[in-house]
């Protein structure tokens, strides 16, 4: 187990239907999974917002901000930015990615996700 901080660790999720968990359960989501994960090694976590929507799309984000620059200026202010996209290009080719609505992704793929939010959300709260 990581030597956990003391401090109460507060976040917030922003968001599309991937990360309301839309096609699992609410207790399936990325975001439940990485609360459960973080408390399992002993980190006082607290999702405190998720105010993630179903409908906002990829077009909305890349039309407001770019990609790169939101990672950027994430990472000025101290924030990190965990790539997920390699796995959703998985769920291309496999189908038990893919929840049975045939657009988002499953409970598997939503632990997947969350396996890397979970190892980069560790070493930031463990330093």
């Known amino acids: 187990m990581a030597q956990p901080k003391t401090e109460k660790i507060r976040y917030a999720v922003i968001g599309d239907s991937y990360s309301c968990g839309e096609g699992a359960k609410p207790s399936e989501s990325w975001p439940a999974l990485l609360t ?3 408390k399992a090694q002993g980190l006082d976590a607290d999702l405190v917002s998720n105010p993630s929507v179903t409908g906002w799309t990829t077009k909305d984000a890349i039309d407001k901000e ?6 950027e200026e994430a990472r000025k202010r101290g924030l ?8 959703s290009k998985k769920m291309g080719q ?10 988002h992704p499953s409970a598997k793929a939503y ?7 979970f190892q ?3 070493e930031l709260l463990t330093r």
């Open 94 to 103: 496999d189908k038990s990615l893919v929840a049975k609505d045939g657009l």
């Open 80 to 87: 990190e930015v965990v790539d997920i996209f390699p796995i």
């Open 66 to 71: 770019s990609p790169k620059f939101v990672t």
């Open 120 to 122: 980069a959300a560790l």
């Open 36 to 38: 459960q994960n973080l």
């Open 111 to 117: 632990a997947e996700w969350e396996k890397i939010i």
